[in-house]
């Protein structure tokens, strides 16, 4: 068992974050990579991203938003339980170097896979602006270590409730109008990915982003992860998780995601019908 020692209840109670000990995976663990969790013996197999790791303590940290039945068995979960099985790290590790003038753009619990990330960015010398976004206030996470691993931080709402209001692409537009920018990293939702990959498209300017597909094993047998990049087929687990958003088929992806919608509809209802009734 892979026992849980911390929790925390994040944003509008929809976020949780989880220190789980695993001290060989929090040894080799780098910026960019995941593990797959279970629950119990019979659970699903759900990926989530290593958001930081404390060696001293050998401990992992995963920060997940409850959005159906896996993720919501997660959330019972408390201080003294554990996982029955992490497997990790998995993926490759971005790909981290002294660049110049590097822009972190995190939307949602994205900011949970960009914080690693952003901090590696900054420990190699690069000037670091950081923007972060969520649908509201209530919904922001990590604000102050995003803060501390950056030179910048800006803040975006989509209804305002908190610093600017729009998207994170309205302030990454004026970062690139006014200012040399050597590459950007953009992880979030789907759709926010597409729209950063498109905006930096027209200033030429180097960006990768982080995929989600549904994963299954997460080592390249399955090949439920494959997304089409550059018209080429890669497997989001061993291939990336990161990849040039330039080049990923951005609506092939979504339609993938929602392959299941209606088997995952009903398996949550399922689930809740039964829990509601204990
Ligand atoms: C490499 C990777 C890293 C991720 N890191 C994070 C993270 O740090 N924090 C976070 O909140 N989420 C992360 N996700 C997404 C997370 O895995 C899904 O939210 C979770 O699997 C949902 O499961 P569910 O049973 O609760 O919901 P379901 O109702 O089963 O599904 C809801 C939606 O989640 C996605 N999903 C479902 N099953 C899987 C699966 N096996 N693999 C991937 N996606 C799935 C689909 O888009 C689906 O429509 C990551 C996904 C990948 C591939
Ligand atoms: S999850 Fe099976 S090949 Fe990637």
Do not use: W
Request: net charge neutral.
């Amino acid at each position: 068992m892979f026992k849980i020692v911390n929790r925390e209840v994040m944003g509008d109670g929809t976020i949780i974050m989880n220190e789980i000990v695993a001290p060989k995976i929090a040894q080799k663990a780098r910026p960019g990579q995941f593990v797959i969790l279970k629950a119990n013996e019979t659970g699903e197999r759900i990926p989530l991203t290593i958001s930081d790791i404390d060696l001293e303590q050998g401990t992992i940290q995963v920060i997940y938003m409850v959005v159906g039945k896996s993720t919501d068995i997660f959330k019972t979960l408390k201080v003294g339980d554990g996982f029955q099985d992490v497997i990790g790290p998995l993926g490759k590790p971005t790909h981290i170097e002294k660049l110049g003038n590097v822009v972190c753009v995190g939307g949602g619990t994205g900011v949970a896979v960009l914080f690693p990330i952003t901090r590696g960015f900054k420990k190699a010398g690069n000037k670091v602006i950081s923007i972060i976004g969520s649908r509201s206030k209530n919904l922001m996470i990590l604000e102050d270590k995003m803060r501390a691993a950056s030179d910048e931080l800006h803040v975006c709402t989509d209804d305002g409730s908190y610093g600017h209001k729009g998207f994170v692409t309205d302030i990454l537009k004026d970062i690139l109008e006014n200012g040399k920018v050597d590459l950007v990293v953009g992880i979030g939702p789907v759709p926010m990915m597409k729209f950063v990959a498109e905006v930096t498209k027209k200033y030429s300017v180097k960006t990768l982003v982080s995929l989600n597909p549904i994963m299954i094993d997460g080592t390249g047998m399955c090949g439920c992860c494959r997304v089409s990049v550059g018209g080429k087929t890669e497997f989001a687990c061993v291939d990336g998780p990161e990849f040039d958003g330039h080049q990923v088929d951005f609506d092939g992806l979504m339609k993938r995601l929602r392959g299941y919608e209606a088997e995952e509809k009903e398996a949550y209802n399922d689930y809740c019908a039964c829990r509601d009734k204990k």
